[in-house]
């Protein structure tokens, strides 16, 4: 149980679109939902927490206008990045509250997002 | 703000060693801490998890110990094998202000073990 999808798992595309992301919670319901970038040989760093129909909190320097967050429902959110640039490129990762007393984020499997 | 450490960045070691991996945070105010693995492009598999009133936890060859007052955490595992080749992710568990709680993650360890 407590699965986490992410679709797409990889994509590449050019300098100034847009890209979006999807995290599903499959057999559970996430009230949270977090979303983590990783650079290579880097730590996960967390860009956002959304909660199920609220706005998105941010972290400091993440721009909340490129990293747009939709948490529409229990079981899914969506992560665009606008006009992406080559330095967005990175690993996506999302991961969603099992709501156990032990506050237990169950994780995607990743996005890798290339911009040419 | 917490700040993760983990010690040593890399390792190698020969098939059937014991070895052990290390964590450090700034904080000592946290909810729980939890150990990653991480294989190459893929997300993380959770392995232990440790309350913050625990000081340590076990599962098959995994051992993880936690020492909150001093910030430490550790990950042995014993009798390595080819097939524990990733990264490890420590992770410490804490409030990012209100009701919300934030995990914050070290660099990880590249763990390779060699048949």
């Known amino acids: 149980g407590a699965v986490v999808s992410q679709h797409p798992s990889w994509v590449i595309c050019k300098s100034g679109t847009s890209v979006k992301i999807e995290c599903r919670s499959l057999?559970?319901?996430?009230?949270?939902m977090f979303w983590y970038r990783q650079f290579p040989k880097q730590s996960l760093m967390l860009m956002a927490t959304?909660?199920?129909?609220?706005?998105?909190?941010?972290e400091q320097g993440v721009e909340k206008d490129k990293f747009l967050i939709n948490h529409a429902s229990l079981t899914l959110s969506t992560l665009t990045v606008t006009s992406a640039h080559p330095e967005d490129s990175s690993f996506y990762i999302c991961?969603?509250?099992?709501?156990?007393?032990?506050?237990?984020?169950?994780f995607g499997p990743g996005t890798r997002l290339t911009v040419l | 703000k917490q700040e993760v450490t983990q010690i040593p960045a890399a390792l190698s070691v020969p098939e059937g060693e014991n070895l052990v991996l290390n964590c450090s945070f700034t904080?000592?105010?946290?909810?729980?801490l939890q150990w990653f693995r991480q294989d190459p492009g893929k997300g993380l598999t959770s392995l232990l998890l440790?309350?913050?009133?625990?000081r340590e936890q076990t599962s098959g060859r995994l051992n993880a110990s936690l020492d909150k007052s001093s910030g430490r955490s550790t990950l042995y595992i014993a009798a390595s094998q080819p097939g524990d080749s990733a990264t490890y992710l420590c992770?410490?568990?804490?409030?990012?202000?209100?009701?919300?709680?934030?995990?914050?993650f070290g660099k990880g360890t590249l763990l390779t073990v060699n048949p």
């Open positions: 991961s969603g509250d099992g709501t156990s007393l032990f506050n237990t984020q169950y």
């Open positions: 057999d559970f319901q996430a009230t949270t």
């Open positions: 959304s909660n199920e129909g609220s706005k998105a909190t941010y």
């Open positions: 904080d000592s105010a946290i909810y729980n």
């Open positions: 440790i309350q913050s009133s625990q």
């Open positions: 992770a410490v568990i804490g409030s990012s202000g209100g009701s919300n709680y934030k995990l914050t």
